[in-house]
């Protein structure tokens, strides 16, 4: 008993359910009601037409969905004066649809990138293949709609101003439909992904771009003052309100700042030199290397700086026990190390030369 339930069953659906006939008949297509396809159909028996008036009717009264009577031609295409035909035979077509059901199945979820004609203006899904399966069972000419001209995001003037979708093109159709000129404006702003060097300080507090130029658009925008960001050496310094590195010379300027002991000893150093012909010059490196140890080395460092680290060997009588030999080399004052600079000095200036303390010579410690 419960292995013979699945034919009757399907029976019982094919009844319940009947499929839908390929081609309905004049009546029936007339009030859009369900045709079960036979000849006379259930409906028109219901209502009592026999198989006379049961039938498909001729093309122009299928299309107007009215009935078709009188034979052929009918008397509705013998009073609009119209061509009585039957419709077109879909019988060949409709074998070529049942042989492409396999592929459409397989891509049934993807979409065609570019409907045609017929299947655009039902709005109805189309497929790649030309002509489109929905055409070949309509015998309809599937017409291909090519691409339009590419939609730019940056459009040209007229466009802009008018509010129109502008094309990649110049002209673009716009402006030679309305015989203008076709003006492309050029990108505002630096463009996407520059930054620049170091936004303002409203636009780092913010935390929105910022143009680079001073004052800056968003400043101007709100009102408020534009105040440049200090570089690193300054802010580290405690001189940020006096930090003047980054608006004369930004382009070459980097955020580390160390060029600052550099000038302070070429401007010390510039009021000591004077030039000679007559002597060799000196390469300006090794000058103001020179003259920043020099520089450092002319002050005198404190005395107790000079007891921790002088010890002279021909007075070791002075010192406590174990302290009679002096540290080792490494740990000596350079200042009272042999120069190896003091040649440069007579080349510079030669009243330098004097000025300097000879080697092994201690200062006396005041009182």
């Known amino acids: 008993m419960d292995a013979q339930p699945p034919s009757p069953v399907s029976d019982q659906t094919t009844a319940i359910w009947p499929r839908r006939a390929s081609k309905a008949c004049a009546s029936c297509r007339r009030d859009k009601i369900r045709c079960d396809g036979a000849r006379p159909c259930s409906n028109c028996t219901k209502k009592g037409y026999g198989t006379d008036r049961c039938i498909d009717g001729c093309e122009p009264c299928r299309r107007a969905r009215v009935r078709c009577e009188n034979g052929k031609p009918c008397s509705r295409c013998r009073e609009m004066h119209l061509e009585c035909v039957e419709e077109i035979a879909s019988a060949p077509p409709r074998q070529d649809t049942s042989n492409m059901l396999p592929r459409i199945s397989r891509g049934g979820t993807e979409r065609a990138k570019l409907a045609c004609t017929n299947c655009r203006r039902d709005n109805k899904k189309c497929d790649d293949q030309r002509p489109c399966s929905r055409c070949i069972a309509r015998s309809e000419e ?59 300080m409203s636009c780092r507090r913010d935390k929105i ?157 005041t009182q």
């Open 142 to 200: 599937c017409i291909h709609i090519a691409r339009g001209p590419k939609l730019v995001k940056l459009r040209c003037e007229g466009c802009r101003q008018e509010n129109k979708r502008c094309e990649d093109s110049r002209p673009c159709k716009y402006c030679v439909e309305g015989e203008k000129e076709c003006v492309a404006v050029p990108r505002k702003g630096r463009g996407h992904g520059t930054r620049v060097k170091a936004a303002c």
């Open 209 to 365: 771009r910022c143009d680079g130029v001073r004052p800056c658009a968003a400043c101007v925008r709100k009102g408020c003052d534009c105040i440049e960001r200090a570089c690193k050496a300054c802010s580290r310094d405690g001189k940020a309100a006096d930090c003047t590195h980054r608006k004369p010379q930004d382009a070459g300027l980097s955020d580390t700042g160390e060029s600052h002991p550099n000038a302070q000893v070429s401007s010390s150093s510039g009021s000591h030199q004077n030039y000679d012909p007559a002597l060799p010059q000196v390469p300006q490196h090794d000058f103001r290397s020179h003259m920043s140890q020099n520089h450092d080395h002319a002050m005198y460092p404190p005395m107790a700086h000079m007891q921790h680290y002088y010890y002279p060997s021909q007075h070791p009588h002075q010192h406590s026990d174990g302290m009679t030999q002096g540290p080792p080399p490494m740990m000596q004052n350079p200042m009272y190390m042999p120069r190896q600079s003091e040649r440069y000095y007579s080349i510079i200036d030669p009243h330098l030369s004097a000025s300097v303390p000879p080697v092994g010579h201690v200062p006396n410690s």
